[in-house]
């Protein structure tokens, strides 16, 4: 099993970006389809992004398509969310999430590991 920790959340102004980062541990990162879920105060978990195994297909909410870039180094053992163009909406606590095999699942449910989020907050 890998550990994923994000990094790299913070208070941006809407219309600005930020870069996550979720650093996986583990001998098997390449093994693993990755995805970025958030959950905002009040609200249930929700997919934003996903990634297959070796980055040659990428998912998104339709919320944030155009908007948001998920990527992976595998040689890094590390997954990205590039966030641009954000909205005060987009406000919410970011995890990363990890899963062996070859399928990006969009509900939360089907990943066994999970990081411990990362605070996204965008003024207005």
């Known amino acids: 099993q890998v550990q994923p920790v994000e990094s790299g959340g913070g208070l941006v102004q809407a219309g600005g970006s930020l870069r996550l980062s979720c650093a996986a541990s583990?001998?098997?990162?390449?093994?693993?389809?990755m995805g970025w879920f958030r959950q905002a105060p009040g609200k249930e978990r929700e997919f934003v992004a996903g990634?297959?195994?070796?980055?040659?297909?990428?998912y998104y909410a339709d919320s944030v398509k155009g908007r948001f870039t998920i990527s992976r180094d595998n040689a890094k053992n590390t997954v990205y969310l590039q966030m641009s163009s954000l909205k005060p909406e987009d406000t919410a606590v970011y995890y990363c999430?990890?899963?062996?095999?070859?399928?990006?699942?969009?509900?939360?449910?089907?990943?066994?590991?999970w990081g411990q989020g990362t605070q996204v907050t965008v003024s207005s």
């Open positions: 583990g001998r098997t990162f390449s093994n693993y389809v």
């Open positions: 990634i297959s195994w070796s980055g040659g297909s990428t």
């Open positions: 999430a990890a899963e062996p095999g070859i399928v990006v699942f969009i509900t939360p449910h089907r990943y066994r590991s």
